[in-house]
């Protein structure tokens, strides 16, 4: 049973890269417009779902609230959709294609049936056929098995360029929200992805963010922990012990002598788990104004050696 399972994994694997392939003809073939595949996506379903809302998008795309934003003002800003007040329930829009955003929506689409038109163009039909039918059967499949699995929780430790902007995203909304932090710290966000970063883990369930946590390297003893985030919907499920074990493990692995963190005294809830991994309080700043608040900077070291 284990070769088995060892074989179709490969195959898997196999396919999955072909089929990025393939995605990656279409996509650079296709979609020859500034917008991304995912913009355009948004703009298709905008298009396609009757009295759509923001809520509607990150649904049915998997996408993250603050990235769903975003791109709305921009499509806004460029006279692509415009929104209407619910006469129901005034806290929500309704989004709507503008006569200027449909017909760049229907550029696009022509141009994509014509591209799939063109790849099936050698292929008879009773083979085109049979690739239809294998298409459904593999998305019946794959739906059954993500569906039994997506309340799961899963940890990666690579990320991507979107990847980046997403925990930006993140850490801005949450800081601002919670702790009333103003834009300054998202200039600050930026400059921290600057640095030599070791690693990052984000974790995510159903293909959503749940947290994040990071490590930049400061010498070749040393690195400091950075991007520590758990989602509010993820708390109280041990998500951050989680992080912070992955964490720990890998300096512990890698010889590092030493990881250390900078937090602000108003983040009292985060010190039983950083107390928890061994982490000690040693050094604190003066208050100092700060983004947008009057806050106390600690410094809290773990010595691994």
């Known amino acids: ?23 990656g003809f279409l996509n650079e073939h296709i979609y020859d417009s500034p917008f991304s595949l995912t913009e355009t996506r948004i703009l298709f379903e905008i298009y396609n779902t009757p009295n759509c809302t923001a809520k509607d998008l990150q649904d049915k795309l998997g996408l993250d609230r603050g990235y769903v934003s975003r791109m709305l003002k921009q499509f806004e800003k460029e ?11 005034a806290r929500h829009h309704y989004i709507y294609v503008t006569e200027t955003g449909e017909a760049i929506y229907k550029k696009l689409e022509k141009k994509a049936n014509e591209q799939v038109e063109l790849m099936l163009k050698e292929i008879d039909d009773k083979e085109q056929h049979r690739l239809a039918t294998a298409m459904e059967e593999i998305e019946a499949i794959l739906s ?5 699995r997506s309340s799961g929780i899963s940890v990666r430790d690579y990320y991507l360029s979107d990847d980046i902007h997403l925990l930006i995203e993140k850490q ?58 758990v989602d509010a919907a993820f708390r109280g499920r041990g998500l951050g012990t989680q992080l912070l074990e992955h964490l720990v493990t890998y300096s512990r692995e890698r010889k ?29 700043k003066e208050e100092t ?17």
């Open 1 to 23: 049973m284990k070769t088995n399972e060892s074989a179709t994994g490969l195959k898997f694997r196999k396919f999955n890269r072909f089929y990025t392939n393939v995605l």
């Open 79 to 89: 006279g692509l959709i415009y929104k209407e007040k619910s006469k129901a329930d």
């Open 144 to 148: 059954q098995s993500l569906s039994s």
């Open 172 to 229: 801005r909304q949450f800081y601002a929200e919670t702790h009333g932090w103003d834009d300054t710290f998202l200039a600050y966000l930026h400059e921290t992805f600057d640095a030599e970063i070791e690693k990052i883990w984000i974790a995510e369930s159903g293909g959503k963010f749940a947290g994040c946590v990071g490590l930049v390297k400061q010498d070749k003893k040393t690195v400091q922990l950075r991007w520590f985030l």
């Open 256 to 284: 590092f002598e030493r990881i250390f963190l900078w937090t602000v005294s108003s983040m009292a809830e985060a010190r039983p788990l950083y107390e928890k991994f061994g982490f000690r309080l040693s050094e604190v």
């Open 289 to 305: 104004p700060l983004w947008g608040q009057h806050l106390t900077e600690e410094r809290w070291d773990l010595e691994l050696s």
